[in-house]
């Protein structure tokens, strides 16, 4: 994984049939994100462990599971026993996140922690030394291809700060709505990796189209 900006493309806007060209269409990506969905902590229903791990078997690239399920003290440690490279469970779906991202950094996934846009950050910026990541999300989760909410930016500041003040290697992802347009404002704020997948999925080029978001987001760091 590049220590500059991190991209990491959705499968949900992959063509799910092609699964294997699907993400070796993306190698020089920095990951693969995966989003699980049960249709109860949101309203959509992807695939559960047996597609990450038929994923897990064929990418040429690191995967990071995003859990959009209820329950996550109970499921989540299954994911990382799959040998994934990231394990990214909601804070709203845990009694006892810190206990959960213990036990999956335990079994040797990194730990995130993902945040719903009406969640709010502070309750959790003590807890930052027990996660490799948090995940602001920039749309409510659930749905694919739904507008960039700018107003997550202070949210990713509280936790860059916080970061710093614990003196640890924190990565801030973001996912929703990223794009050229909108990858630059989510840098800025403080993001290093970056969840897109209609941006990618949806382009002509895939590696054109990682490469110019990955410039995107370098640029505004360097402001």
Do not use: C
């Not at 659930?142 to 916080?162: E, I, T, V």
């Amino acid at each position: 994984m590049s220590s500059g900006p991190r991209i990491q493309p959705s499968i949900l806007a992959a063509d799910w049939a092609n699964i294997q060209h699907e993400v070796e269409r993306i190698h020089a990506a920095d990951g693969v994100h995966v989003d699980v969905m049960d249709n109860h902590f949101v309203p959509n229903l992807t695939f559960g462990p047996q597609m990450v791990e038929a994923v897990q078997r064929v990418s040429p690239i690191p995967l990071d599971v995003h859990l959009m399920i209820s329950d996550a003290d109970r499921w989540a440690p299954g994911y990382a026993e799959l040998g994934v490279f990231s394990v990214t469970f909601h804070a709203e779906a845990s009694l006892d996140p810190a206990a959960l991202a213990r036990r999956i950094r335990g079994i040797g996934a990194r730990a995130s922690l993902a945040l719903k846009p009406g969640t709010a950050v502070e309750p959790y910026l003590e807890l930052l030394p027990e996660f490799d990541q948090v995940l602001v999300m920039t749309v409510e989760p659930g749905f694919g291809g739904q507008s960039f909410m700018a107003d997550m930016m202070p949210k990713l500041r509280a936790l860059r700060a916080a970061a710093e003040r614990h003196g640890i290697d924190l990565w801030l992802q973001v996912d929703g709505g990223i794009a050229l347009d909108t990858i630059g404002i989510a840098a800025e704020a403080g993001a290093d990796t970056f969840v897109a997948g209609s941006s990618v999925y949806g382009a002509a080029d895939v590696d054109a189209a990682i490469a110019g978001l990955r410039e995107a987001a370098s640029a505004a760091h360097a402001h």
